[in-house]
T-cell receptor, first 117, second 110 residues
Framework: ETGVTQTPRHLVMGMTNKKSLKCEQHLGHNAMYWYKQSAKKPLELMFVYSLEERVENNSVPSRFSPECPNSSHLFLHLHTLQPEDSALYLC????????????????FGEGSWLTVV | SQKIEQNSEALNIQEGKTATLTCNYTNYSPAYLQWYRQDPGRGPVFLLLIRENEKEKRKERLKVTFDTTLKQSLFHITASQPADSATYLCALDRGNQFYFGTGTSLTVIP
């Protein structure tokens, strides 16, 4: 029980499909994140939201579109993806997000395994 | 840019021995360094955090050291058990900029 719930756990989609990943955190945190994890590569930070405002967008292609309707929910909308986008997508949260503040612990969800065919 | 190297992609040790995992980094020293455990098909789980002015941190069978001169952190699991088998990630925390390593896969052999 991590406090961060992701759905679906597995998703197979064609390159022309549109789908969404959903994340919900039950920890009362103010910051939420999307990470991408590919084999043999470090976790890649995609997006950060703090108090529902996007504060970081790390050069992610526009075929990935995040949405944060409130501080507990985070979505990642997917459209016209490429096979190289197949990966584990991890949602995470932390108590706060402030520039210059360290010591935050990141709580991850179980991840959504995405396969693009 | 910040680079993190976790030496040895995979480590096999005998049950009961001490496992030692290494995390080396380049460029800037982080304010904090964190260690996470990741089981196959699951998200990472936070284990320990050590501050730049701390030399050592312990939690049960886990011990982390942090040497800012060497730019290195060591992660030890004493009296290792098969249940400790997992991938361990180190993460540099520089004011909310987290840089993760690729992880070391540990297998504890009964």
């Amino acid at each position: 029980e991590t406090g961060v719930t992701q759905t679906p756990r597995h998703l197979v989609m064609g390159m022309t499909n549109k789908k969404s990943l959903k994340c919900e955190q039950h920890l009362g945190h103010n910051a939420m994140y999307w990470y991408k994890q590919s084999a043999k590569k470090p976790l890649e930070l995609m997006f950060v939201y703090s108090l529902e405002e996007r504060v970081e967008n790390n050069s992610v292609p526009s075929r990935f579109s995040p949405e944060c309707p409130n501080s507990s929910h985070l979505f990642l909308h997917l459209h016209t993806l490429q096979p190289e986008d197949s990966a584990l997508y991890l949602c995470a949260s932390s108590r706060t997000y402030q520039q210059g503040y360290s010591g935050n612990t990141i709580y991850f969800g179980e991840g959504s395994w995405l396969t693009v065919v | 840019s910040q680079k993190i190297e976790q030496n040895s992609e995979a480590l096999n040790i005998q049950e009961g021995k001490t496992a030692t995992l290494t995390c080396n980094y380049t460029n800037y020293s982080p304010a904090y360094l964190q260690w996470y455990r990741q089981d196959p098909g699951r998200g990472p789980v936070f284990l320990l955090l050590i501050r730049e002015n701390e030399k050592e941190k312990r939690k049960e069978r886990l011990k982390v050291t942090f040497d800012t001169t060497l730019k290195q952190s060591l992660f030890h699991i004493t009296a290792s058990q098969p249940a400790d088998s997992a991938t361990y990630l180190c993460a540099l925390d520089r004011g909310n900029q987290f840089y993760f390593g690729t992880g070391t896969s540990l297998t504890v052999i009964p």
